[in-house]
């Protein structure tokens, strides 16, 4: 069975002190993974998609990388503002005859950046 | 672009009542899914319709949930009768439906069971 494991469950930074946050993933060949932010009461918004072990993507104070197992974002001098939950999803390689696309998410990490 | 409309925004009904939801996605995205998010929790899938066809239900509590989406826009989600359990926020995504594609989410519509 598809798992994703998010850590930790909680992270309360400095503005200004970076970090990362991981997903540990294991799945029947990974199609896509895939990071989204949510603010309390919103639904998820979407940052980005990794397809292969070694990729790397930036947006702003973040940055997603890849390997085999798991997927960090790095959040480089956070502010205020980046705090939100922070959610990992993987999209598995084999679609099955119905073309099924679900994402399995992980429980997400809560990041609060204090000013 | 117009994101992925949900209503309502909020619901709050007591057990064994019936409720619907319904989601407008993005325009001339083919595929649409229904999420259940408990609190503290990730989405988790209940329903994927490419077009107006499910894709997977496979996670779908079908004694008491049902989903259409006619002319392949517009979906609405049932539950009847509601349980204290199905408190919950009940997201809607849509993506184009390529191999890879991008889901994109609505703002969602909490329901609270009493």
């Known amino acids: 069975e598809d798992q994703v494991t998010q850590s930790p469950e909680a992270l309360r930074l400095q503005e200004g002190e970076s970090s990362s946050l991981n997903c540990s993933y294991t799945?029947?060949?990974?199609?896509?993974l895939f990071w989204y932010r949510q603010d309390p009461g919103k639904g998820p918004e979407f940052l980005f998609t990794?397809?292969?072990a070694g990729e790397e993507k930036e947006k702003e104070r973040l940055k997603a990388t890849l390997t085999k197992k798991e997927s960090f974002l790095h959040i480089t001098a956070p502010k205020p503002e980046d705090s939100a939950t922070y959610l990992c999803?993987?999209?598995?390689?084999?679609?099955?005859?119905?073309?099924?696309?679900?994402?399995?998410f992980g429980t997400g990490t809560r990041l609060t950046v204090i000013p | 672009e117009a994101g992925v409309a949900q209503s309502p925004r909020y619901k709050i009904i007591e057990k064994r009542q019936s409720v619907a939801f319904w989601c407008n996605p993005i325009?001339?995205?083919?595929?649409l899914y229904w999420y259940q998010q408990i609190l503290g929790q990730g989405p988790k899938l209940l329903i994927q319709?490419?077009?107006?066809?499910?894709?997977?239900d496979s996670q779908l509590p079908k004694d008491r949930f049902s989903a259409e989406r006619l002319k392949g826009v517009d979906s609405t989600l049932k539950i009847q009768p509601a349980k204290l359990e199905d408190s919950a926020v009940y997201l809607c995504?849509?993506?184009?439906?390529?191999?890879?594609?991008?889901?994109?989410f609505g703002p969602g519509t909490r329901l609270t069971v009493l």
């Open positions: 799945v029947s060949g990974l199609r896509g």
């Open positions: 995504a849509s993506s184009l439906g390529g191999l890879t594609d991008t889901q994109y």
């Open positions: 325009s001339g995205h083919a595929t």
């Open positions: 999803a993987v999209q598995e390689g084999f679609r099955g005859p119905t073309g099924a696309n679900n994402l399995f």
């Open positions: 990794l397809y292969s």
């Open positions: 319709f490419q077009n107006n066809g499910v894709v997977d």
